[in-house]
């Protein structure tokens, strides 16, 4: 099957900064893909080549197989800058149609009305953008990517100024994403929201790929905890494998036992320990 995203030895320097350099990455079909990194990494320049918004100077880029910038790969993406603004003026409703227009998507008000729903924006297509909040214009943002059914979706930051609730409802539409086949890639600095949701993580620094692997592979194991009757033990070293013989020594040792706890680190874990200490 094609991929969603297709990123080959792609290079981009502007004058003397690089920008990127020699970056691989794939985004298949239904696979949900963390792009993450400092800042100034090379996350945005990625996401906007594979846009075909910026040239790369070396290197190849596909979109559902035709080449970025293409107009099959533009009419193939849906796409969420990550310093947006519209204008404040224009009603929820009416930005939703200048995108269609702009999509050539012939989804009228249903779709429209849809993708309001969907980003928990329901009723709300006659509110004119300087009356919404951070949030609520972040939410419209999403749905603007949405129109059309775009094959690959590209997310620049689209939670940082969301709520909980905000962001549980976008984690839940980009698993409605996956099980469409919609390919994404999310480009965040929230790394508790990336470890949830998405299936594999690409960590750049310096505009190189530093890490890559699903959340559950980078992150390390961080011991086991066992709750008895004497208070909570610590055990730094031991790994899930080991919990049947601890729970059986203890109890022989006549210890209660009132809870055991795999403990496991995080993916913010794995990513300071993978951009630390590199020269930026
Ligand atoms: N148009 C441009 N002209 C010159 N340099 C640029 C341009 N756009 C980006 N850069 C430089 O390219 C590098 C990568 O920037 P980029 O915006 O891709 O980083 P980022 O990973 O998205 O960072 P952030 O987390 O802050 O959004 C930075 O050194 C930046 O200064
Ligand atoms: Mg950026």
């Given at each position: 099957?094609?991929?969603?995203?297709?990123?080959?030895?792609?290079?981009?320097?502007?004058?003397?900064?690089?920008?990127?350099d020699?970056?691989?990455?794939?985004?298949?079909?239904?696979?949900?893909?963390?792009?993450?990194g400092?800042?100034?990494?090379?996350?945005?320049?990625?996401?906007?080549?594979?846009c075909?918004?910026?040239?790369?100077?070396?290197?190849?880029?596909e979109?559902a197989?035709?080449?970025?910038?293409?107009?099959?790969?533009?009419?193939?993406?849906?796409?969420l800058?990550?310093?947006?603004?519209?204008?404040?003026?224009?009603?929820?409703?009416?930005v939703?149609?200048?995108?269609?227009?702009?999509?050539?998507?012939?989804?009228?008000?249903?779709?429209?009305?849809t993708l309001?729903?969907?980003?928990?924006?329901?009723?709300?297509?006659?509110?004119r953008?300087?009356?919404?909040?951070?949030?609520?214009?972040?939410?419209?943002?999403i749905?603007?990517?949405l129109?059309?059914?775009?094959?690959?979706?590209?997310?620049?930051?689209?939670?940082?100024?969301?709520?909980?609730?905000?962001?549980?409802?976008?984690?839940?539409?980009?698993?409605?994403?996956?099980?469409?086949?919609?390919?994404?890639?999310?480009?965040?600095?929230?790394?508790?929201?990336?470890?949830?949701?998405?299936d594999?993580?690409?960590?750049?620094?310096?505009?190189?790929v530093v890490?890559?692997?699903?959340?559950?592979?980078?992150?390390s194991?961080g011991?086991v905890?066992?709750?008895t009757?004497?208070?909570?033990?610590?055990?730094?070293?031991?790994?899930?494998?080991?919990?049947?013989?601890?729970?059986?020594?203890?109890?022989?040792?006549?210890?209660?036992?009132?809870?055991?706890?795999?403990?496991?680190?995080?993916?913010?874990?794995?990513?300071?320990?993978?951009?630390?200490?590199?020269?930026?």
């Amino acid at each position: 099957m094609t991929a969603a995203l297709s990123v080959r030895a792609v290079s981009k320097r502007y004058g003397s900064t690089t920008a990127l350099d020699a970056v691989d990455l794939q985004v298949g079909a239904g696979e949900l893909v963390g792009l993450l990194g400092p800042n100034g990494a090379g996350k945005s320049t990625l996401v906007k080549i594979a846009c075909g918004l910026v040239r790369p100077t070396s290197g190849e880029v596909e979109v559902a197989g035709a080449p970025a910038g293409s107009r099959v790969a533009r009419a193939s993406l849906g796409y969420l800058a990550e310093l947006f603004r519209f204008p404040g003026w224009a009603r929820a409703d009416e930005v939703l149609a200048l995108h269609q227009r702009l999509a050539r998507s012939d989804g009228g008000a249903a779709e429209r009305e849809t993708l309001l729903a969907r980003v928990g924006l329901d009723g709300e297509g006659g509110r004119r953008m300087e009356t919404m909040s951070k949030g609520m214009q972040q939410r419209l943002g999403i749905a603007q990517a949405l129109i059309g059914d775009p094959r690959l979706v590209l997310l620049d930051e689209p939670t940082s100024a969301l709520d909980p609730g905000g962001r549980r409802t976008v984690r839940d539409l980009l698993v409605g994403l996956r099980e469409q086949g919609v390919g994404v890639l999310l480009n965040s600095h929230l790394l508790s929201e990336v470890e949830l949701v998405c299936d594999r993580v690409v960590i750049v620094d310096g505009g190189r790929v530093v890490t890559e692997g699903p959340p559950e592979r980078l992150t390390s194991p961080g011991g086991v905890e066992v709750e008895t009757g004497d208070g909570v033990r610590r055990l730094p070293n031991a790994r899930r494998e080991d919990v049947p013989r601890i729970v059986r020594e203890l109890v022989d040792g006549g210890s209660e036992i009132y809870g055991v706890r795999v403990i496991s680190g995080t993916l913010e874990d794995a990513y300071l320990a993978a951009v630390t200490g590199r020269d930026r």
